[in-house]
């Protein structure tokens, strides 16, 4: 996909539409259709910053690399209040789609 944007609600909602709904199992734990496909993150991917909460990212790929925008907030500030007088966006980049991102 070149110049595409990937974002992860974009794909979360892509994979319910073709999953079945989850359901609750007699255990109290989710399955069936999308939660059957979830998996652990792997380590080292991903985008963090220390000292922020990040959140909201978007990714598009630009030629070879993957170019990601989210907004931060510090950790010092709290939430909501933090969140709406204090944010912003942010760009990292990658050369894979799940990182790791560097702050660009």
């Known amino acids: 996909m070149k110049n595409g944007v990937l974002s992860l609600?974009?794909?979360?909602?892509?994979m319910a539409a073709s999953a079945?709904?989850?359901?609750?199992?007699g255990t109290g734990e989710l399955s069936?259709?999308?939660c059957e496909r979830l998996s652990p993150v792997a380590k080292g991917t991903g985008f963090a910053m220390d000292g922020y909460f990040v959140w909201c990212g978007s990714v598009i790929k630009?030629?070879?690399s993957y170019h990601m925008f989210a907004s931060r907030w510090p950790v010092a500030t709290k939430f909501p209040e933090g969140y709406r007088q204090n944010s912003e966006i942010v760009r990292a980049v990658a050369s894979r789609p799940e990182g790791p991102y560097k702050f660009a």
């Open 9 to 14: 609600a974009a794909m979360l909602a892509a």
């Open 20 to 25: 079945a709904a989850p359901s609750l199992a």
């Open 32 to 34: 069936g259709g999308i």
């Open 62 to 64: 630009v030629d070879d």
